[in-house]
């Protein structure tokens, strides 16, 4: 198994930036990809970003890109989120996922994931 913490979350203005954090702990060496979705109220869970966790390789849904950065650090086992020019619309809870295996999708399917963190609440005001 694998336990994942999600930190970072917060209030913040319109245009400010955040970085989410999310350690993990348990079998990390079984991790092929980790993700970050977000839920805001009434609304289905959308994906956010994934990142291979060898390679390093990024993917992103097209509402993001050039704002969200997603990185990991392999030693740490830990996985961020670097949110730029929030909007209100980006209000939710983020949460990130851990992948065991490859599967064609690319990381974007929450259906892709094995394990999920409970989630931290970004609140972003107009």
């Known amino acids: 198994q694998v336990q994942l913490v999600e930190s970072g979350g917060g209030l913040v203005q319109a245009g400010g930036s955040l970085r989410l954090s999310c350690a993990a702990a348990?079998?990390?060496?079984?991790?092929?990809?980790m993700g970050w979705f977000r839920q805001a109220p009434g609304k289905e869970r959308e994906s956010v970003a994934a990142?291979?966790?060898?390679?390093?390789?990024?993917y992103y849904t097209d509402s993001v890109k050039g704002r969200f950065t997603i990185s990991r650090d392999n030693a740490k086992n830990t996985l961020y989120l670097q949110i730029n020019s929030l909007k209100p619309e980006g209000t939710a809870v983020y949460y990130c996922?851990?992948?065991?295996?490859?599967?064609?999708?690319?990381?974007?399917?929450?259906?892709?994931?094995?394990?999920w963190g409970q989630g931290t609440q970004v609140t972003v005001s107009s």
């Open positions: 996922a851990a992948a065991f295996r490859w599967t064609a999708a690319g990381g974007l399917l929450p259906s892709e994931y094995d394990y």
């Open positions: 348990g079998r990390t060496f079984n991790i092929y990809r």
């Open positions: 990142i291979t966790w060898g390679s390093g390789n990024t």
